[in-house]
C-alpha cells in the first residue's frame, strides 16, 4: 500500500509570513488536492492539480499558491498567514474513484 | 452556496438506532459520490462510493443514490458509540477535471 506524507505536522507562523507546506504520495496517482479543515468543519478545495506542473484553483485559492513540479509531490503556500488563523491542511491524492488523506498540517498564527 | 449541501448538522442517536444522513449536490454534471468518515483528530477515511442509482449495503452502512435529484444518503443501522465522528460527503464529475468537492458534514454523536 502506498502513503501520503505531509510536512510539517505542526506549524507555526506569524502575521504577514509566507508559509511552506509539503506533501509527497508513494501511489503513484496523477490527481493530487489540498484542502483546509477549520475545527469541525467541513473540507474546502484550496487548489488540485491533475498532472505534474498542472494547477487548478479551487474554490478558496485567494490567498494560496501552489506548486507541483512532480507527479509525487504537492506543495502549498500560505502567501501571508493571518493573525488568530487555525486551521488543519489536508493532502490528498486519488486515482480516479479512490480518494486518500494525510495526516494534515495543523496551523497556528500567532 | 455550497455546491454539496449535507444535512442535518449534527444528529445524535442511541446505540443501537438508525442513523440517516442526506447530501445533495446543486452541480448538474456530478455523477460521483463518496461517503467519508473523520474521527476527531484524524484524516478522513473513505466509507462507501456510489456511482450508480439505487442501493449499496456494506455491513450495517447502506448508501442510496438518485440521480435525478443528486442526492445521496447513508444510513447506519444498530448504531455504535465507535460510529460517532464527522461524515462528509464528497462528489465528484467524471466527465470532468475530478474536481472533488466536499460538503460541510455531519457530526454524529451515538449514545450509549
Known amino acids: 500500500g502506498g502513503i501520503i506524507t505531509q510536512t510539517p505536522k505542526f506549524l507555526i507562523g506569524q502575521e504577514g509570513q509566507k508559509l511552506t507546506l509539503k506533501c509527497q504520495q508513494n501511489?503513484?496517482?496523477?490527481?493530487m488536492y489540498w484542502y483546509r479543515q477549520d475545527s469541525g468543519k467541513g473540507l474546502r478545495l484550496i487548489y488540485y492539480?491533475?498532472?505534474?506542473?498542472?494547477?487548478q484553483k479551487g474554490d478558496l485559492s485567494e490567498g494560496y499558491d501552489a506548486s507541483r513540479e512532480k507527479k509525487s509531490s504537492f506543495s502549498l503556500t500560505v502567501t501571508s498567514a493571518q493573525k488568530n488563523e487555525m486551521a488543519v491542511f489536508l493532502c490528498?491524492?486519488?486515482?480516479?474513484?479512490?480518494?486518500?488523506f494525510g495526516k494534515g498540517t495543523r496551523l497556528t498564527v500567532v | 452556496q455550497q455546491k454539496v449541501q449535507q444535512s442535518p448538522e449534527s444528529l445524535i442517536v442511541p446505540e443501537g438506532g438508525m442513523a440517516s444522513l442526506n447530501c445533495t449536490s446543486s452541480?448538474?454534471?456530478?455523477?460521483y459520490f463518496w461517503w467519508y468518515r473523520q474521527h476527531s483528530g484524524k484524516s478522513p477515511k473513505m466509507l462507501m462510493?456510489?456511482?450508480?442509482?439505487g442501493e449499496k449495503e456494506e455491513g450495517r452502512f447502506t448508501v442510496h443514490l438518485n440521480k435525478a435529484s443528486l442526492h445521496t444518503s447513508l444510513h447506519i443501522r444498530d448504531s455504535q458509540p465507535s460510529d460517532s465522528a464527522l461524515y462528509l460527503c464528497?462528489?465528484?464529475?467524471?466527465?470532468?477535471?475530478?474536481?472533488?468537492?466536499f460538503g460541510s458534514g455531519t457530526q454524529l454523536t451515538v449514545m450509549p
Open positions: 492539480s491533475i498532472t505534474e506542473n498542472d494547477l
Open positions: 501511489f503513484n496517482h496523477d490527481t
Open positions: 464528497a462528489a465528484s464529475a467524471s466527465s470532468g477535471s475530478w474536481q472533488l468537492i
Open positions: 462510493s456510489i456511482f450508480s442509482n
Open positions: 490528498a491524492s486519488s486515482l480516479n474513484t479512490e480518494v486518500f
Open positions: 452541480d448538474r454534471n456530478v455523477d
